[in-house]
């Protein structure tokens, strides 16, 4: 639960607290009579601060540690038997990995985490005359463009490799794979986002990817961190997949593991979370 609006006013007083402990340092230039009311407030808001601002943190963690107690409890167990794969398609690698192991615990098997490239509208417009006819082999007529790359890889997701296609996107190092794409999955987890100084890769990378999943049967849900410098949570809502606008959070990992059971959703602690802080576990629906 968030801090109410009496913390952060608590919050404030101790900042003016820190003030008046600079104006007594200065204290030799005043009155003496100035400095000691200046003495006596100073006593009385750190009395106050202790008073009330120490028992609500202490609230907070205690709330915050019930709920990292209970989110297991929750989704422990929930993604057994389901083939997830994690695409990383913003700039939020230590994201991408640590679901890969929450999403684990909570039951799914994660034969592969794909990343994709910090600068792939570039790249796919460099190499297109070496992907472009690999990738064609299997796919005749394929367009000329940074989201047929995506396309395809939504099909080797969505079915397995057959063998060529994933060769040429790593060989043309628009993808990295870890882990093997032999098999299809079920569902697809994009970690999405941009930090400050990325370049966005959205309409590009994103939503042509999770439009063509989709289209294959394959469920889509978005995780971004809560602090994401630009949001890919619009443009993926837009496009039919969820989103998770706090992945990087206890419950937004909570909310991750429900919403790939769930209808469609905008779940989290941001104002795109139109659909509310957690989806309904799928049992109470």
């Known amino acids: 639960m968030a801090p109410g609006i009496r913390y952060h006013l608590l919050t404030l007083i101790a900042v003016f607290l820190a003030l008046a402990i600079g104006m007594v340092i200065g204290g030799s230039y005043l009155p003496g009579a100035i400095v000691s009311g200046l003495t006596r407030q100073i006593r009385e808001l750190n009395a106050r601060f202790t008073e009330e601002v120490g ?36 700039d939020y690698g230590d994201l991408a990995t640590r679901l890969r192991d929450e999403l684990t615990r909570a039951g799914a098997r994660i034969p592969s985490l794909v990343t994709i490239p910090p600068d792939y509208r570039t790249r796919s417009q460099m190499t297109a005359e070496r992907w472009l006819p690999a990738l064609r082999a299997w796919h005749p007529g394929l367009p000329r463009e940074p989201a047929s790359p995506m396309r395809v890889l939504a099909s080797v997701l969505a079915s397995g490799d057959n063998g060529a ?15 093997s794409l032999t098999h299809g999955v079920d569902g ?3 970690v999405g986002g941009t930090g400050q100084l990325g370049e966005s890769r959205v309409d590009a990378v994103d939503v042509p990817l999770a439009l063509a999943l989709r289209g294959l049967g394959v469920e889509v849900v ?10 890919s949570v619009s443009a993926l809502s837009a496009a039919g997949a969820s989103t998770v606008d706090n992945a990087d959070t206890t419950l937004g990992t909570a909310a ?20 509310g802080l957690l989806p309904a576990p799928p049992a109470a629906r």
């Open 256 to 275: 991750l593991v429900l919403a790939l059971q769930s209808p469609r959703g905008d779940f989290g602690a941001r104002a795109t979370a139109t659909s």
């Open 222 to 231: 978005l995780a971004e961190p809560e602090t994401v410098e630009a949001s």
């Open 188 to 190: 697809v987890v994009l």
């Open 165 to 179: 296609d994933a060769r040429a996107l790593e060989a043309s190092r628009l993808i990295d794979v870890d882990g």
């Open 55 to 90: 028992p609500l943190r202490e609230q907070n963690r205690r709330q915050a540690d019930a709920i990292g107690a209970l989110v297991p409890m929750v989704v422990g167990g929930r993604l057994k038997g389901m083939r997830l794969a994690i695409v990383q398609t913003g």
